[in-house]
């Protein structure tokens, strides 16, 4: 197994899209009352999908939460779907748009990096990650742009890899589909431990260390043997 060298902007980042919200509104500076209203708005129903999820969002909530009434809220959003999908929208956004923060010098230090991020940042939003796979199985737009993000992150990952570190005999749609392969494994990996807890794979994790970092190694261990399988028979 490759030698791997601690990433500590990774490892000690605060991946939750609540305080970046945060940051991002209190960052604008004389904000007029209809900007600070939407903003109190989105922050309550990102608090809101955290705690309980969209199927039990209620209109009612969201309003009590941010101290307004209900026709003001629809002054801004026509309704629960379109709120909640505004949300998810920026949420995926600022996922998509996050970068390594060092550059790695092997493979598995990339794939490392990629997967303590993902893990990182499903960890810190579970709930809004349950929401992702709640409101794209309603949604069918919605599930159409999910599926457009997720093709984009696994192809980026692939060419990036491709690129710096190419697999021996493998060329760019093998890789790119193994990618997408891996990647459902970690969808999967993190539901069963952060969105929906599954208490003996909870327990199994505990098996190998427990933490992120440890759990991120293990799983880009499998990654690593997957996509260069030639160098463990070196």
């Known amino acids: 197994m490759p030698v791997h060298a601690p990433n500590p902007d990774l490892e000690e980042s605060n991946f939750s899209f609540r305080d970046w919200l945060v940051g991002q509104q209190e960052q604008v500076k004389g904000r007029r009352k ?8 989105r922050l309550a129903t990102v608090d809101l ?14 309003c009590e939460r941010a101290a307004i009434t209900p026709p003001v809220l629809y002054l801004y959003f026509s309704s629960k779907q379109a709120l909640v ?3 998810l929208r920026e949420f995926l956004d600022r996922f998509t748009q996050q970068r390594g923060r060092r550059t790695a010098h092997t493979a598995y230090d990339s794939i490392y990096d990629a997967n303590l991020r993902w ?27 999910y599926a457009k993000a997720n093709h984009e992150w696994h192809l980026r990952t692939a060419q990036s890899l491709m690129r710096r570190f190419p697999p021996p005999g493998v060329d760019l749609p093998a890789l790119h ?26 327990s199994l994790v505990k098996n190998i260390g427990g ?6 190694r293990f799983l880009s261990g ?7 399988p030639q160098q463990l028979r070196q």
């Not at 999908?49 to 969201?62: A, C, F, K, M, T």
């Not at 933490?211 to 991120?216: C, F, W």
């Open 222 to 228: 499998i990654w690593f043997n997957a996509l260069y």
């Open 49 to 62: 999908l955290n705690e309980s999820g969209y199927r039990e969002l209620r209109v009612s909530d969201v």
């Open 211 to 216: 933490d992120v970092a440890g759990l991120a």
């Open 119 to 145: 893990l990182n940042w499903a960890k810190a939003n579970s709930g809004l990650i349950q929401c992702l796979f709640e409101f794209s199985g309603e949604i069918p737009e919605f599930a159409s742009l």
């Open 34 to 41: 209809g900007e600070r209203t939407r903003d109190r708005i």
């Open 177 to 202: 589909l193994t990618i997408i392969a891996l990647g459902g494994m970690m969808d999967d990996m993190t539901r069963k431990l952060y969105s929906m807890p599954d208490e003996h794979t909870v």
């Open 85 to 87: 999908e505004d949300v």
